[in-house]
Nanobody, 125 residues
Framework: VQLQASGGGLVQAGESLRLSCQASGFTLGDYAVAWFRRAPGKEREAISCTDDSDGYSQYFYADSVKGRFTISRDGAKNTVYLQMNSLKPEDTAVYYC?????????????????WGQGTLVTVSS
């Protein structure tokens, strides 16, 4: 059972990146999935979640990324994506994906059972 996060890199402000979170050993579509980030000197924060446990897709976005980031699933690839547009220097962080049977749109890290290894996003001004 593994989550593999990828797609980070160094970009300039205003550019875009797409992060991927691919699962192996389990079906990611059966779980709520969240993206967290930890910026230098700050605590880990939930920035986006998606959950289909109530029979329809639900989404959460932190205010800091709302309108710029989009979370999506590709069931065929057992992957969840985080499309990040209009990146800002304050988006610089290590980004983690996580999956778990957490209940709808849970933003508490301890509720998630599986974690990816983190991918670094650096946005220069």
């Amino acid at each position: 059972v593994q989550l593999q996060a990828s797609g980070g890199g160094l970009v300039q402000a205003g550019e875009s990146l797409r992060l991927s979170c691919q699962a192996s050993g389990f079906t990611l579509g059966d779980y709520a999935v969240a993206w967290f980030r930890r910026a230098p000197g700050k605590e880990r924060e939930a920035i986006s979640c998606t959950d289909d446990s109530d029979g329809y897709s639900q989404y959460f976005y932190a205010d800091s990324v709302k309108g710029r980031f989009t979370i999506s699933r590709d069931g065929a690839k057992n992957t969840v994506y985080l499309q990040m547009n209009s990146l800002k220097p304050e988006d610089t962080a290590v980004y983690y994906c996580a999956a778990g049977n957490t209940g709808p749109l849970n933003q508490k890290p301890y509720k998630y059972d599986y974690w990816g290894q983190g991918t670094l996003v650096t946005v220069s001004s």
